[in-house]
């Protein structure tokens, strides 16, 4: 039987990915148990994490199974990720073996790789986590790469459903935010292509130089024909905002210069400006708009204290959403169908 991996929200269909929804809803009510005893995900962090590595690991004790946590270089070998590498260096333990092996142990392995390389064409191809799921013959789950982070996808999905109820051709904003560093740019398109799969009408505010990846605008403006949304791109940020019901505020680096950091440094001078504030939420449509961040957040860089201590701010409901989207998800991939 052909596996199936959970690697980008577009991989699966637009009902199966509202199956899972329905699931994880009926999970938060409490109504399903049990389903994955004597299971066992198997679960590899290259890169930090709070929510996901807390939610996947509840996630699999709530249910009767067992998460383990590797974490390469700290109580685990170093990992080598290039698979022609010639290993006499610092890596101890290749991809390739490490996919194998967590295959014959677990009954599904989950990883984050964050990118790492300083060139675009190569790190866009996201080869660490396809490489995982090419030489593992279980699921592999993404739990963010250089280009997608689907379970936090399927948090925003149903978080931004629970707030606003029916979402076809309601106003989603995208916003770029500053911040002191260039980040990955997997959350932004993966919560665009959240978006898409609700039918929203999306515009993606960002300055000169901060597109994403031309793909990943493809990805959401495909997705969101399908479903009845649409996509537009702007530069004014005010105006973006002026009528919106839910405003996703992150910042990702320039993909102009991806793996130069002084360069994008420079790049990003001048533009703190770019910041969800209270008198922007007030823009919003009849000044209710949701207020959404991935998490972790600068607060008062990305997002000023008095938003996300609002009434109008859903980070921490999208925080706990990943819990239950990820309950439904190994239900579906390596648990007992629920009635």
Not at 22 to 51: H, N, Q, T, W
Not at 175 to 184: N, S, T, V
Not at 242 to 269: C, I, M, Q, T
Request: aromatic share 6%.
């Amino acid at each position: 039987m052909t596996k199936r991996d959970f690697l980008a929200m577009e991989d699966w269909s637009p009902d199966q990915v509202d199956a899972l929804l329905a699931l994880a809803v009926r999970c938060k009510r409490g109504e399903i148990e049990g389903g994955l005893a004597k299971k066992v995900l198997a679960m590899v962090f290259m890169d930090p994490s709070l929510r996901t590595r807390a939610s996947m690991e509840t996630a699999m004790f709530l249910h009767g199974g067992h998460a383990v946590c590797l974490e390469p270089g700290k109580g685990s070998w170093t990992m080598e990720t290039d698979l022609d590498a010639v290993m006499d260096g610092s890596t101890v333990e290749h991809i390739i073996e490490a996919a194998r092996v967590l295959g014959r142990y677990a009954d599904a392995l989950a990883v984050r790789t964050f990118p790492k390389g300083n060139d675009w064409t190569i790190e866009r191809q996201d080869r660490t986590i396809r490489n995982f799921a090419h030489y593992c013959d279980k699921p592999v789950i993404n739990l963010e790469s250089s280009r997608r982070h689907p379970c936090q996808g399927l948090a925003d999905a149903l978080t931004i459903r629970e707030h606003l109820g029916e979402t076809q051709g309601k106003r989603f904003v995208l916003m770029w935010a500053w911040h002191p560093k260039a980040l990955p740019t997997a959350v932004p398109a993966s919560a665009a292509i959240a978006a898409a799969h609700l039918g929203m009408r999306i515009t993606i505010a960002r300055p000169p130089g901060y597109d994403l990846d031309p793909d990943d605008y493809g990805a959401i403006r495909s997705l969101a024909s399908q479903r009845g949304g649409s996509l537009e791109l702007a530069d004014d940020l005010d105006g973006a905002i002026d009528g919106a019901h839910a405003v996703y505020a992150k910042s990702w680096g320039s993909l102009l210069h991806f793996g130069n950091p002084d360069a994008e440094r420079s790049w990003r001078d001048g533009k703190r400006d770019w910041r969800l504030t209270a008198d922007r939420m007030r823009r919003t449509a009849g000044g209710t708009g949701i207020a959404l961040h991935c998490l972790p957040v600068r607060r008062n860089v990305e997002i000023d204290g008095a938003v996300l201590d609002g009434p109008q701010s859903a980070v921490v409901d999208e925080a706990e959403n990943r819990l239950h989207v990820q309950r439904a998800l190994l239900l579906e991939l390596i648990g007992r169908n629920p009635d």
